[in-house]
């Protein structure tokens, strides 16, 4: 019973972790790209950010078990990167098709990102932190939940800073991607404070 | 016939098969070459913590590591004989960095009183900051550093602070692996010394 | 996504390097390769990984394009990126492995550089190999050049060296180092920095 308790606890730590202190948006540049051309609005920000959360949390799971119980035994470390791929694009196309079958509304609001989340480097990203860390499996579950609400929260953050930022005046060169970063970088400098919270 | 669809389940069969076997050829390739590197790394580190053996030339370190260092099975440290008689222990330490595990090598005299120096063979801390500890600058503090006895044997603070004799400075920036760094070298420390007390390897 | 006809070479240069720069055009792809730019040589590493993998991927997907079915190219392609990837993942173990141990999961990460797919996408999928190659070679020498500016920045600023070695005013004690340079934020605002510069300049050169 201990054991498992103890283990419940490293998985919230490390959850907390990768939601501030390691923010895989802010600390490790993961996701960028979608994170500068995403992030005009608000509501298409959660949008993406909800999926995401939800994608990578599903992802790295599975993806632990395929690494685990397959590439391990078979010595085939170095496929991993083809099969993440494989299975997060796999999972992807699975959860639009369900959605669609089942919940029209949800996927006329969630269904337009799913395709954008395949290229999502985050995504790859959290499952090969994930095998470098070498996190058990529970650890795994807090460990890409807490990366996606990490991200959800860079992005949502961002998209409420920008929709201020269209009233006032930014110089000529930096308008768009360039005052965007600026902004990035403050909040990455701000999360640099939660270091220490969390050891 | 290109765009119907079992010929792109073929195909795409096709194309993975093709790649992955060349994969696999190289992955079997260089797999040797691999392991080499990982054994001589550690070697690299346990010879580059006493003073006298870290000048080692690299293509004499095996042969060095052979001559001069056996495994003391009950403590797991290394024990360094120059000469047939005991000099010194290297002692391997290991636990979770910032990102991945760090392991290293922390030589110990023979009083089992004073570092004599420490090196790390595997360690995926963030380049430019927590990676540092690999340097030289960082590194280098540790010799003759006095081991204190009871609950830290070492420390590692930060850069303001004014050091005792067993601590050293942290690297600015990479608090986060310091921390982590100073709990499993004392982890580490502390294990070995029970190990010790419980009836040390014969001379 | 248009067929482009045959484009002479020195265009495709021109372009790579500066007048379609993905980097400051489009701000793509500098997820996996920001975050090593602290350290120069860890950048100069990954950049030329990076430029070859891309080469070398668009000339392989520019063979095979009479062949690939339409609906399956994407997978195809990120098969063929992620093979490349894993070779010099593989050559980086067995031959320079304190540099492979440095760089960590981000030469993985190559495979989901939206630079590769883009130039695959764009122009190797409808063009002949030997011109894809210079593409895919030259849109990857682009965007070295500005990650390896941003890192000599960084490096310069935060230690006060190059590439390891120091550099006379920045590593004495004139010079307090910007330890924030090193840190993630510091990798935020040389960016946002060399984008303004870069697009400063190319509206001159639009004006004048």
Redesign the interface.
Same mark, same amino acid.
């Given at each position: 019973m201990n054991g498992i308790g103890s283990e419940m606890w490293l998985a919230l730590v490390t959850c907390f972790a990768a939601i501030f202190t390691q923010n895989i948006l802010?600390?490790? !540049?993961? *996701?960028?790209?979608p994170f500068?051309s995403v992030s005009r609005e608000v509501k298409t920000a959660a949008g993406l950010g909800a999926a995401v959360v939800f994608v990578m949390t599903f992802t790295t799971a599975l993806n632990y078990l395929a690494y685990k119980h397959v590439l391990l035994p078979l010595e085939l470390e170095? !496929?991993?990167?083809?099969l993440f791929?494989i299975i997060i694009?796999a999972f992807v196309q699975f959860v639009e098709m369900v959605i669609d079958r089942y919940s029209p509304k949800l996927y006329q609001n969630l269904g337009i990102f799913l395709p954008l989340i395949t290229?999502?480097?985050?995504i790859? *990203?959290a499952s090969?932190?994930m095998?470098?860390r070498e996190y058990t499996f529970i650890q795994t579950i807090g460990y890409g939940f807490g990366a996606g609400v990490g991200w959800l929260l860079a992005i949502l953050a961002m998209a409420g800073i920008r929709t201020r930022l269209n009233e006032s005046r930014v110089?000529?060169?930096?308008r768009g991607?360039?005052?965007t970063?600026?902004i990035?970088?403050?909040m990455?400098?701000a999360f640099?404070g939660f270091t220490g919270v969390l050891s | 016939m290109?765009?119907k669809p079992f010929?792109?389940v073929v195909?795409?069969f096709i194309?993975?098969a093709f790649?992955s076997s060349?994969?696999i050829l190289?992955?079997q390739l260089?797999r040797e070459?691999?392991e080499a590197?990982?054994q001589l790394?550690f070697e690299k580190a346990v010879l580059a913590v006493f003073p006298e053996t870290a000048g080692v030339e690299k293509k004499n370190i095996h042969t060095v590591f052979v001559e001069q260092f056996t495994e003391d099975k009950t403590s797991g440290a290394w024990l360094w004989k120059p000469s047939g008689k005991l000099s010194g222990y290297a002692v391997p330490i290991e636990g979770k960095g910032f990102?991945?595990s760090i392991k290293g090598i922390v030589g110990v005299t023979i009083d089992r009183q004073t570092i004599t120096g420490i090196a790390f063979y595997?360690?995926?801390e963030t380049?430019?900051?927590g990676?540092r500890i690999v340097e030289p600058d960082f590194c280098g503090q540790f010799v003759d550093r006095k081991i204190a006895a009871g609950d830290s044997p070492i420390g590692i603070k930060p850069p303001s602070e004014t050091l005792k004799d067993n601590q050293v400075h942290a690297i600015?920036?990479a608090t986060q692996t310091c921390v982590r760094l100073e709990i499993l070298m004392n982890d580490g420390l502390k294990q070995w010394q029970q190990s010790m007390s419980n009836g040390g390897p014969q001379q | 996504m248009s067929p482009q006809p045959a484009k002479p070479m020195k265009d495709l240069v021109a372009d790579g390097l500066w007048r379609d720069n993905p980097i400051?055009r489009q701000?793509?792809?500098?997820? @996996?390769t920001? =975050?090593?730019t602290?350290?120069v040589l860890?950048t100069v590493v990954m950049c030329t990984s990076l430029t070859l993998v891309t080469a070398i991927s668009c000339m392989t997907v520019s063979l095979?394009r009479h062949?690939?079915?339409?609906?399956?190219r994407m997978?195809?392609q990120?098969?063929?990126i992620?093979?490349y990837? +894993? +070779?010099v993942?593989?050559?980086l173990? =067995?031959?320079w492995?304190e540099m492979s141990?440095?760089?960590?999961?981000y030469v993985?990460?190559i495979?989901?550089?939206?630079i590769i797919?883009g130039r695959c996408e764009a122009f190797a999928g409808s063009n002949p190999p030997a011109p894809s190659f210079v593409d895919g070679l030259f849109s990857g020498l682009g965007y070295s050049l500005i990650l390896v500016a941003i890192s000599v920045v960084r490096?310069l600023l935060?230690?006060g060296t190059i590439l390891g070695f120091a550099m006379p005013y920045f590593s004495s004690d004139l010079w307090d180092k910007w330890?924030?340079m090193?840190?993630?934020?510091? =990798?935020?605002?040389t960016? =946002?920095c060399m984008?303004?510069?870069c697009? @400063?300049i190319k509206?001159k050169e639009a004006k004048s």
């Open positions: 802010l600390t490790t !540049f993961l *996701g960028m790209c500068t170095f !496929f991993r990167f083809i791929i694009a290229v999502n480097c985050a790859l *990203g090969l932190f095998v470098i110089p000529e060169g930096l991607p360039g005052i970063l600026i990035a970088g403050m990455a400098l640099i | 290109k765009n010929f792109a195909y795409m194309v993975t790649f060349i994969l190289f992955a260089t070459r691999v590197n990982k790394a990102w991945a595997e360690q995926s380049p430019g900051l990676a600015t920036g | 400051f701000v793509l792809g500098i997820c @996996s920001l =975050a090593v602290n350290v860890n095979l062949w690939t079915p339409r609906n399956i997978m195809v990120t098969l063929i992620a093979f990837v +894993i +070779i993942d593989l050559i173990k =067995a031959y492995p141990r440095n760089l960590g999961p993985g990460l495979i989901t550089n939206c797919m490096e935060g230690m330890v924030i090193v840190m993630p934020p510091g =990798a935020f605002f960016l =946002a984008i303004w510069l697009r @400063s509206k």
